[in-house]
């Protein structure tokens, strides 16, 4: 039996913090896994920011609450619900994912936590394991489940490269460059298209 894994953001939602970015005017917290490789000099440079331009949870969170899913993107999970298991799998943490996850239909979630102060600033984060979206697909396979991951960033690409079937959905040229293994889809219907042949 085929599981699906998928990363949220790019997949089924906007970006989170290209949201808070533009929502901020901040134009360095538009960089995401997709521009910055190394997850933890990410997510530091981020809170160093924060800290700096006196931002807190609540600011993000309000943000966030005004995030919709990307055209398309729920009819394609309740057609993919239809046919086999979603487990989304993301470097967000609990405290940003709560009303996105409420808005797809609550698939089963695996993310990491904030470390939040008693001023509610994000003073650090807490990881669930590390390199989390390949664990979850090896554990995955270990209960005898075949894996097809999803993903469009450097962040997915072990979980891609672990599972029977890793496709890049609708990614940066920089990642298609780097990957020209993965394959690539750009809409739905593509990604369809692939998965018919599995589950």
Known sequence: MYVVCSDPEGAF????????AEKTG????RLTTRDVSDYNVLMRSRIKILEE???KLKDI????????PLEGALEFIDWLKERTQLIVVSDTFIQFAEPLMKQLGRPTLFCH????????RIVDYKLRQK????????ALQGLQYQV????????DISMLKQAEVGILFCPPDNVVRDYPELPVVHNYEE????LVNYI
Not at 26 to 29: G, N, Q, S
Not at 148 to 155: A, E, P, V
Not at 191 to 194: A, D, E, G, S
């Open 191 to 194: 990604l369809k298209k692939i």
């Open 13 to 20: 939602v906007p970006e989170v913090w290209i949201n808070v």
């Open 53 to 55: 331009k006196g931002l």
């Open 148 to 155: 097809i991951g999803m993903g469009d960033s450097y962040n």
């Open 131 to 138: 390199d989390p979206k390949r664990k979850t697909i090896e």
């Open 26 to 29: 901040i134009p360095e917290l």
């Open 113 to 120: 936590s904030l470390i939040i102060d008693e001023e509610n």
């Open 61 to 68: 969170q309000q943000v966030i609450s005004r995030i919709r």
